[in-house]
């Protein structure tokens, strides 16, 4: 989702040191954003084509800047002015802290809230200073982050109040509808849970969030110390705490489903706009107290480091620039970064501002970006070279041919399924499977990557159980194996797996379909002579029947497993026919 960031061109080139639109277009082009000025009336015309609306629309110029989907620190005046101050070497990136004050306001999160927004991070801007247009870019980039990052408020949902109107230690619960009354933001007519979800059902803006709460038993709802709800998250704030122009000092709490989303959201809000308190750059923390007792303290504000190389920088951009210059073009980018004592390494730090930031190729790309894409010369490939198929995948289309040719019906299945396809229903347990797990599954179908297609292929049989017998199917696809020593924690692994399906179990049709594959990779049966080739080990799996399974052996390392399949695994997928198995990796054979 690509973010846009419109501002007023005057404001904007004050806010850059008095610049002129010109010197604007060059520095918008070196920080490769789109820029280009358009008008309220031409953008209602675009995107809504309401002719009331064009017609009461502002011909004034403002400037419209395309910003990487995953810059939420460029979303607002202030982010983006500093981030071109620094780009143009202006001003130093600027150092994020944490004010200890007096007494830390304290947000207590109740169990209940388990059952509808679990997690709530919270921290406050100290003597901070509102003009109105200050107020205007404040609440524009809540309604941004609202939109992309919390992804409509389903995963956080911001909410600011008037620290001097409200009292601590705050409160944030779950309750039943009837029993929330507090009168909504900029209305004068006290309402509950219900009234306020009828109240906002035809609003234009407001409507769209009521299903993400309405149909629940209870309400997230925040208190302070006397009793005053400030919010009823994702829907509206509470008008006793509303923010005004006069406000000095503002309390931030973002209610969530998604606690790593909550500290991004958090951390972008008070680093944007720290910019206008007293001291500026800093954030005064809250203790949040969890459910099990814990205290928590946010916002974090943790700055990151990352070593890179920068022959590898040079290498993979298409450049020779010595490690000290890249180091600076970095620093530029808002990644402050020096050269340590080897030469080569460079020493990134990453502010609480670029979350987006993730892996070194992140890094590597913002050096090309600090470079300039147009300022990178074109060149012929070192050596020539003949375009050619993947060689695994060469071989993963000849053999789906052949077992095809074979007589086996090629399915092709989901690649994640539950825990239970690949656990208990195997009749193994979950915690002996080196399983990747889906950190936020939608669906209980959908909890775990594959580490086997068996599951798959045996849903597959139970969905057209009433074909004709014999069934026979394959499949040849990935499978996903955690795996620590992988820089990402994962490994794929293409397999071969295929299924016969009868009144009796036919384990020679797996086997004869495992020799003819062999024979096709011109691997030979191993003997007592040969120190090449496959062979069968007999194997206990507690998926298989017993004295029923055997090990595939290449060379003396199991690559995959032929069998006949245990009953109670029949059973719980629902198979009435017994059916025999041939699963192995294919992987060695490329």
């Not at 040969?530 to 390392?557: E, T, W």
Request: net charge negative.
């Amino acid at each position: 989702m690509r973010g846009y960031f419109f501002g007023d061109p005057i404001r904007f080139c004050q806010e850059l040191g008095k610049c002129q639109p010109l010197e604007l277009n060059e520095i918008c082009s070196s920080s490769s954003w789109v820029k280009n000025t358009t008008t309220e009336k031409q953008m209602l015309t675009k995107e809504q084509g309401d002719v009331a609306a064009v017609a009461d629309a502002s011909e004034e110029i403002i400037y419209r800047i395309d910003i990487p989907a995953n810059r939420y620190d460029l979303l607002c005046l202030e982010g983006l002015v500093t981030s071109l101050l620094v780009f143009q070497g202006k001003i130093k990136p600027p150092t994020f802290g944490l004010v200890e004050p007096a007494q830390r306001q304290v947000l207590k999160i109740l169990p209940e809230t388990a059952q509808i927004r679990p997690f709530a991070v919270a921290a406050v801007l100290r003597n901070i200073t509102f003009d109105k247009q200050a107020y205007d870019s404040f609440i524009e980039l809540q309604d941004k982050l609202h939109q992309n990052l919390c992804r409509k408020r389903s995963l956080v949902a911001i909410g600011t109040h008037d620290l001097d109107t409200i009292q601590g230690p705050f409160t944030y619960e779950a309750r039943a509808p009837e029993s929330i009354e507090f009168i909504p933001l900029n209305q004068t007519k006290k309402m509950n849970g219900h009234g306020i979800m009828e109240f906002y059902s035809t609003h234009a803006q407001l409507k769209q969030y009521l299903p993400i709460i309405r149909d629940s038993t209870v309400y997230p709802v925040i208190y302070d110390a006397n009793g005053v709800v400030l919010s009823l998250p994702p829907i509206i704030n509470g008008d006793h705490s509303k923010i005004t122009l006069q406000t000095r000092n503002v309390f931030i709490e973002c209610t969530a489903t998604d606690l790593t989303k909550a500290k991004i959201v958090l951390d972008t809000l008070v680093c944007m706009f720290s910019v206008h308190c007293t001291e500026k750059f800093t954030v005064e923390p809250c203790d949040v107290i969890q459910p099990d007792g814990t205290v928590v303290t946010c916002p974090e504000l943790k700055v990151r480091q990352k070593e890179i190389s920068a022959r590898k920088a040079n290498a993979y951009i298409g450049i020779q620039e010595e490690p000290a210059c890249i180091a600076d073009m970095l620093t530029r980018m808002y990644l402050e970064s020096e050269v340590t004592e080897g030469g080569d390494r460079i020493l990134v730090r990453i502010p609480p501002t670029r979350h987006d930031v993730l892996h070194a190729c992140d890094i590597y790309e913002d050096v090309a970006i600090a470079y300039g894409y147009n300022n990178v010369k074109k060149s012929l490939p070192a050596f020539m070279h003949i375009a050619k198929q993947f060689p695994l995948n060469k071989l993963t289309e000849q053999l789906r041919e052949q077992v095809a040719q074979a007589g086996f019906t090629e399915a092709i299945t989901f690649t994640l399924c539950s825990r239970d396809d690949i656990a208990s229903k195997l009749n193994k347990s979950i915690d002996s499977i080196a399983a990747v797990h889906i950190a936020n599954p939608k669906t209980l179908e959908f909890q775990v990557v594959r580490t086997t297609l068996l599951p798959g292929l045996l849903k597959t049989l139970v969905a057209n159980r009433k074909m004709p017998l014999p069934l026979k199917l394959f499949e040849i696809s990935d499978v996903v194996v955690a795996d620590d020593e992988t820089e990402v924690g994962a490994r794929n692994e293409r397999r071969l797996c295929a299924v016969n399906c009868n009144k009796t179990a036919g384990f020679e049709v797996v086997h004869g379909l495992l020799d003819r594959v062999m024979q096709l990779l011109e691997v030979p049966w191993k003997s007592e002579n040969q120190k090449h080739g496959y062979y069968l080990q007999a194997a206990d799996d507690p998926a298989y029947f017993p004295g029923r399974c055997a090990n595939i052996m290449l060379n003396s390392v199991a690559i995959g497993r032929i069998g006949v399949l245990h009953p109670t695994v029949l059973q719980a997928f629902e198979l009435t026919t017994p059916c025999s198995v041939v699963e192995f990796n294919i992987e060695p054979f490329v």
